[in-house]
């Protein structure tokens, strides 16, 4: 049982163990192992779900109503069997996910033949950052915009969630605190000097000016942010979205982005963070969500794991309690970008992944996506 913690008790690493069993006390970590060992992980098993579970309606996946403030976690794992003509492509834009997030979650399952009757497992269930609640937050190793709008007809929050394309390397999109100073349908692109030099390298020289249509990269809509050059935008190559594939803009789905559009203000305040690793609560359970860095952060996942799990005690103010430190290890070293319980003991991650939610396959033989939901000015900026 998880006791209230005395608020004089700090929750951080106070005393190492003289030797790491396969259960210890947060307090206990051995900084040693997990700042650079880490040993040897527990080997991925592939874990096949019952083909002939029952199939029920998809969760959705855009849309959270009635966010309480002890609500860490959104949505829940799903698992949707292939049919012979799905691609990860197709299945991630269907189910509002990024093409790498839904890659690493399925690390043995190939993304473009997936193969009749092969479970994919949907990476549809996320922590919320441990950020105040107000406006939009973006995550840059999760690919993913977080929209907070207030719901006081029930107290609480209306969370609406999206993945998202972001820098690549070398044209890193930029952490810090802005605000969406403008907003533009049907934007006109001015393309900065240096990438214009860019393409003109590459043989493929952008003229000054690029008008609204399917050759703009900005997509049907944009928001402008306080961080000169950088927009939230739409995008006419929807399969990068998920992917560090821009100029350090944040491109959406198209269909993401106008839903945006019409419910974002401007002054709406804008975060942006660099956290791999989250943490937090649901119905007493602590879930741990780990993706992959980016290629330029050179912290430790073992240390950052230890930080966010104190900080999720700390913040419950509940006392430490035992964990077990081979599946933390797992879950840092996999990085599937999936949350995982790591309280109870009753199950392991494959059985969790097995036990999901089998959903109905309803994607549409177009690879156009099924949306489930419950005045033009110009840009001079990234893409």
């Known amino acids: 049982m998880l006791r209230r913690a005395s608020l004089a008790r700090s929750i951080l690493p106070v005393a190492l163990l003289p030797a790491l069993s396969a259960c210890t006390y ?35 996946t855009r849309h959270f109503e009635s966010v309480g403030a002890e609500q860490e976690v959104l949505g829940d794992v799903q698992i949707l069997f292939a049919r012979h003509e799905n691609t990860f492509v197709q299945i991630a834009r269907d189910f509002d996910l990024g093409y790498e997030e839904l890659k690493l979650a399925n690390p043995d399952v190939d993304v473009w033949l997936p193969g009749e009757g092969t479970p994919i497992f949907l990476p549809t269930m996320n922590v919320v950052p441990a950020l105040p609640r107000e406006g939009i937050v973006l995550n840059l190793p999760s690919m993913r915009l977080m929209y907070f709008a207030e719901d006081s007809a029930n107290d609480g929050r209306r969370v609406t969630s999206h993945p998202i394309g972001i820098g690549r390397e070398g044209w890193a999109t930029p952490t810090g605190s802005a605000a969406v100073t403008g907003k533009a349908r049907e934007p006109t692109w001015y393309p900065p000097a240096s990438i214009r030099a860019e393409h003109a390298e ?23 942010l306080s961080m000169p050059g950088y927009l939230i935008h739409g995008t006419n190559k929807p399969a990068g979205v998920g992917m560090r594939v821009s100029h350090g ?52 996942m073992g240390a950052q794991a230890e930080r966010v799990i104190a900080a999720a005690f700390q913040r419950a103010d509940l006392e430490p309690v035992p964990l077990d ?6 879950i840092v070293t996999e990085q599937r970008g999936i949350p995982f319980p790591i ?41």
């Open 325 to 330: 430190m081979a599946l933390i290890t797992r």
């Open 249 to 300: 803009c944040i491109r959406l789905y198209p269909e993401d982005i106008e839903a945006l559009f019409d419910r974002v203000p401007s002054g709406t305040p804008v975060n942006i963070i660099d956290e791999p690793v989250l943490a937090g609560w649901r119905d007493g359970e602590l879930f741990l969500e780990v993706h992959a860095p980016l290629a330029e952060d050179e912290r430790d």
């Open 202 to 224: 590459l043989g493929d020289p952008l003229p000054s000016v690029v008008g609204p249509g399917p050759d703009n990269p900005l997509g049907d809509f944009a928001l402008g």
């Open 343 to 383: 309280l109870s003991r009753e199950q392991s991650i494959d059985g969790y992944l097995a036990s999901a939610r089998v959903i109905e396959n309803t994607i549409e033989s177009t690879g156009e996506p099924v949306v489930v939901e419950t005045a033009a000015l110009g840009a001079t900026a990234n893409n």
């Open 26 to 60: 947060i307090e206990g970590l051995d900084l040693g192992a997990w700042r650079g060992g880490w040993g040897e992980a527990e080997p991925v098993i592939a874990t096949v779900p019952d083909p002939d579970a029952p199939r029920q309606t998809p969760l959705p």
